[in-house]
T-cell receptor, first 111, second 114 residues
């Protein structure tokens, strides 16, 4: 069963903590992306990776970090430097620059 | 900076009414255009896309969109909506030559009354 999985579905974080969101895909896609979704703002790109061991900042990378050690995995760390981390986080993947396919998302809430 | 505007933020329709959601983008070069839909509690999924060729594209569930290059628009249409079309709809654009970075509009929430 191919697709993109994200875990956990819900995540609660205390202020000052770093948390890591998981994204795995078995579609053999080269490119992976992280977006943040806030009400009324659509989706905004945080980081993207076109190939293993390489990634670039998106439009709102401050306070986030990523790694791409394996083709199928692209974890996102929300650091304590992110001032407003409460949001819905979506991971996507694609073959090169073609259509992006999205995971189910992780809803992060800061307590 | 490239941007995407969806002019309708919240649309309420009765079943069988016709739908048109507006989408305009600001980039002047060659673009790829997408409409995604997010049903309540479900993944964001692709409705339709335009890369080249016939500017009238058909997608899933009876949706279609027309690319009008001179107007920088890619409006989504459906002749007769159903209650099950209640969802949030996103227009997105990427430059054909770049890394696949999608620029999303703000989204339109469609509520269809039975």
């Amino acid at each position: 069963d191919g697709g993109i999985t994200q875990s956990p579905k819900y995540l609660f974080r205390k202020e000052g903590q770093n948390v890591t969101l998981s994204c795995e895909q078995n579609l053999n896609h080269d490119a992976m992306y992280w977006y943040r979704q806030d009400p009324g703002q659509g989706l905004r790109l945080i980081y993207y990776s076109q190939i293993v061991n390489d990634f670039q900042k998106g439009d709102i990378a401050e306070g986030y970090s990523v790694s791409r050690e394996k083709k199928e995995s692209f974890p996102l760390t929300v650091t304590s430097a992110q001032k407003n981390p409460t949001a819905f986080y979506l991971c996507a993947s694609s073959v090169s620059t073609d259509t992006q396919y999205f995971g189910p998302g992780t809803r992060l809430t800061v307590l | 900076a490239q941007s995407v505007s969806q002019h309708n933020h919240h649309v309420i329709l009765s079943e069988a009414a016709s739908l048109e959601l507006g989408c305009n983008y600001s980039y002047g070069g060659t673009v790829n255009l997408f409409w995604y839909v997010q049903y309540p509690g479900q993944h964001l999924q692709l409705l339709l896309k335009y890369f080249s060729g016939d500017p009238l594209v058909k997608g899933i569930k009876g949706f279609e969109a027309e690319f009008i290059k001179s107007k920088f628009s890619f409006n989504l249409r459906k002749p007769s909506v159903q209650w099950s079309d209640t969802a949030e709809y996103f227009c997105a654009v990427t430059r054909s030559s770049n890394t696949g970075k999608l620029i999303f509009g703000q989204g339109t929430t469609l509520q269809v009354k039975p």
